[in-house]
């Protein structure tokens, strides 16, 4: 009888919600957005540093250590990371439904666990609450589930350089104004 007549699944706004798993549903992958002029911002900024370097091998006639880059379609994808659905019962029993962003360990959450979790709303229209924070309050650990963001996506060596144009840049201008 329950399959012909589903339990209807609340979207609670917390911020905080306590009560017991019911369920883990199946993982997905989803996308971060990226931006676009962020990353020409720092793309740009990099391919200063990489166009100095360039002159100076030139000039040395060494050969460019350019080593392995990402393209352009490469970075605007954006990295994926798992969705994992949350179905649990709150203290007057209410079936809610929230998403944990990133991994967990597979044994952090079991149903009929005691869990207080922490959730905000996200940006997208019709989509579950983020989890924050679980506090497991029948095992004591305290959980944090941690996505990518577009800075772990571009990674430092693609920052540093960036940095490092950002400085050339500012020398420059400096330089010009100063002149």
């Known amino acids: 009888m329950d399959e012909l007549f589903p339990e209807r699944v609340a979207w609670r706004p917390g911020p905080v ?5 019911v369920r883990l549903l199946e993982g997905y992958s989803r996308e971060v957005r990226i931006k676009q002029p ?5 793309l740009g900024t990099a391919a200063v540093v990489r166009l100095v370097l360039l002159l100076l091998a030139s000039v040395l006639r060494a050969g460019a250590g350019g080593g392995a880059r990402r393209r352009w379609k490469e970075l ?5 990371f798992l969705v994992t659905p949350l179905r649990l019962r709150d203290g007057s ?3 809610c439904e929230m998403e ?11 149903p009929a666990d005691h869990v207080q979790v922490t959730v905000r709303s996200q940006q997208a ?33 693609l ?18 104004v100063l002149r």
């Open 93 to 95: 029993g209410v079936l």
């Open 38 to 42: 962020v990353l020409v911002a720092v």
């Open 17 to 21: 919600i306590t009560g017991h798993v």
């Open 100 to 110: 944990i962003h990133g991994h967990l360990p597979q044994s952090a959450l079991e």
């Open 76 to 80: 605007r994808k954006g990295p994926e």
């Open 125 to 157: 229209v019709g989509l579950a609450p983020r989890v924050e924070r679980i506090v497991n309050l029948t095992t004591g650990q305290l959980l944090t589930p941690r996505t990518p963001t577009l800075w772990s996506h571009l990674g430092p060596a």
């Open 159 to 176: 920052l540093l350089q960036a940095g490092i144009g950002l400085l050339l840049i500012g020398a420059f201008v400096a330089w010009l």
